[in-house]
């Protein structure tokens, strides 16, 4: 049988009927489970246990697929592989011309005709690219995030993609941690609202339409707590840290339906995340009944051997398909040994069973039963990739990812006309650099620069110079750039337009790619000659406007201290320059929030908001030295988690509870009143914090417990009103269950982690 499968042919004749009745079209939710199950158990019991495990198996596009038929190699086993069947997914191919010919040879080519899942890492954008995630978490703007992420997925979903290996959900509180960029910052409970507007976006309300694509939730779990911020580094934490601060945006993603997840590399209590039984097998598919598809990470499965954990390949993937790992991505580990290690006695059948069912059950739910070829429309991709709706989505994106750290003097925003600015700095006239990492398919060049938005207000009289290169060249992995730490042969230039200039815009901070997977750092000020670069220009003229490109927290003590205005402006994508110019020219009013405390210095990390009090938090004696403290340094950050200014100026006053106190299955009511002081509309982040005084397992000083973005018009006010009921309390507590426990609490409301306003009630259960 040539050219049309088994199950194609059976379909017809009516022998597994269920395999031709449509998906519905209005929600997955709306498939009867037993339906979509029988569907998936009549392409099961077609399956030899050889197919069962190819369906397993993740390749890494592995030969020009418009050129010749690789003949030998380890290219030509995977091409064998393919044509028999033996290959569940592809990653790292794109485009409708190479998706349709791969599809073709899988559907058209192999015995059951089982189409082919196609990922790629659309983290942040496909072509047409958003901030990166962690300057979208500083929104605060979940619809906004959800929308994001929704444009993400119909571009990628045009060019014949259907999975996107995102959201990272990982939460971090170290800063040297290069991935702190892919994700949503150091809080739980904001990140658990990022994830579900992330999965939401990527995945719709109809993962069988034609521009929604299955989301994935990793990396599970603890990757963000790696030691010392070094990627791929050790984890070692305690229980209560991994239940009540790594786990809940997890278990969020799944809450809101997500399909996939992805393991770590890191171990974990002694074990490697990829064969964990217990994060797996246990919490993912036990507790949070999860029933959708685990994938490894690339290459993690063979990663085990490194790690001391298996003695070989083959030990490695008995080990990850019994912890509970479903698909081997690019180790090769699964198709190779896993008919012999079920023969053999030490891998059981039915999980295998398991495994595949979940990755046909996903291939239902995206339609490709139904039409294999549906997202290989050539003309849609045409259509589709930058289309104007698109690039307003990002800017707009872009524009409530900016963070105003400072603003002295009011010297923000910008005047339209009658000005001499000077603009410094290499990155000001980079269009690559604020695609950020993570943008694979994104084309070099294709952002709007800080120059040229500046360029588009014409009431100015506009100079620039570079002052100093970032980066002096890429080495020889294209993603990795060497730092310029000597030539200061354009400070020269730099002083001499800001000499002549009534206030300068310095645009300084790191390369897009100094941040990302495989970019840890130990210095995390301003890379380079940077540092003596603004110094240098700040010595003739301090009316300086800092507009900061990043992908992590900085520490930056001397601009805080001497620069009047300094504004967050991250890595922001495709519509960099025009949302950072808007802000600058008051066009928009600044009003995101950091997600990530940023420290005075790189010796206080890791430093977050929701820290324990500990024994010695202070000490009654003025000169006592022995309290939790630095000798050298302060104990607070430089800028707190939840900071952000606006041109607009909020005053918060009239904090009211309904009731101090509130039993089992009640519920009390806080609420602020919010003014608008100002001459400018403006928004407002307004956050609640809750302190549990006293618990069975210590409490954090501070923890998010909701927020609201409030939109104010000049001396406008509003009554802001927060519900606390017990599920607002729970936590994972020493009986090893989530509850809420009875005690005192705190509550506080302001406009960022530094509160001023608070007031206690009391929960009995």
Known sequence: MKSKSIIATFIITGLIASCSSKISKTSIVSVKQGSLEMKVDSVLNLMTLEEKVGQLNQYNGFWEITGPTPKEGQAAKKYDDLKRGLVGSMLNVKGVKDVKALQKIAVEQTRLGIPLIF??????????????????AASWDLEAIKKSAAIAAEE??????????????DISRDARWGRVMEGAGEDPYLGSKIAVARVQGFQGEDLSATNTILACAKHFAGYGFAESGRDYNTVDVS???????????????????????????????????????????EVLKGDWKFDGLMVSDWGSINEMIAHGFAKDSKQAAEMAINAGSDMDMESSAYVTYLVALVKEGKVKERLIDDAARR????????????????????????????????QEGVLDMARKSIVLLKNEKELLPLKKSGQK?????????????????????????????????????????????????????????????????????????????????????????????QSGEGRSRTEIG?????????????????????????????????????????????????????????????DYNPSGKLPMTFPRNVGQIPIYYNFKNTGRPTMNEPESVFWSHYIDEKNTPLYAFGHGLSYSKFEYSNLKLSSNSFTKNGKIEISITLKNTSKIAGKEVVQLYIRDLIGSVTRPVKELKGFEMIELMPNETKVVTFEINEKTIEYFTANRKWEAESGDFKVFIGGSSVTKLEDNFKYSN
């Open 239 to 281: 229980e209560s840290v991994l239940q009540n601060t790594i786990f809940p945006p997890f278990k969020a993603a799944v809450d809101a339906g997500v399909r996939t997840f992805m393991n770590s590399f890191n171990e974990l209590n002694g074990i490697p995340a990829t064969g964990s039984s217990y994060l797996q097998r």
């Open 421 to 513: 600015i000077a603009v410094i700095g290499a990155l000001a006239s980079d269009k690559t650099s604020p695609l950020g990492s993570w943008r694979i398919a994104a084309d070099d060049e294709s952002a709007v620069s800080v120059l040229e938005g500046l360029q588009k207000y014409k009431g100015n009289q506009l100079t620039y110079a570079k002052g100093a290169n970032v980066t002096i060249g890429r080495t020889q992995f294209i993603w990795e750039t060497k730092i310029n730490t000597t030539d200061k042969s354009e400070f020269a230039a730099a002083i001499a337009i800001a000499k002549q200039a009534e206030v300068v815009i310095m645009v300084l901070g790191e390369h897009g790619l």
């Open 526 to 586: 301003l890379p380079g000659v940077q540092q003596e670069l603004l110094e240098a220009v700040y010595k003739v003229n301090p009316n300086i406007v800092l507009v900061l490109n990043n992908g992590r927290p900085l520490a930056i003590p001397w601009a805080d201290e001497n620069i009047p205005a300094i504004v967050e402006a991250w890595q922001l994508g495709t519509q960099s320059g025009n949302a950072i110019a808007e802000v600058l020219y008051g």
């Open 156 to 169: 990628a979903a045009a060019v014949g993609l259907n999975w996107t290996f995102a959201p990272m959900v």
């Open 359 to 390: 990755v046909l059950k996903v291939k239902f739910e995206l339609g490709l039963f139904d039409d294999p070829y549906k997202y290989c429309d050539e003309n849609g991709e045409l259509v589709t990739i930058g289309k104007p709706e698109f």
């Open 119 to 136: 990922g790629f890492d659309v983290i942040h954008g496909y072509k047409t690219i958003s901030p990166i995630p962690l300057a979208e």
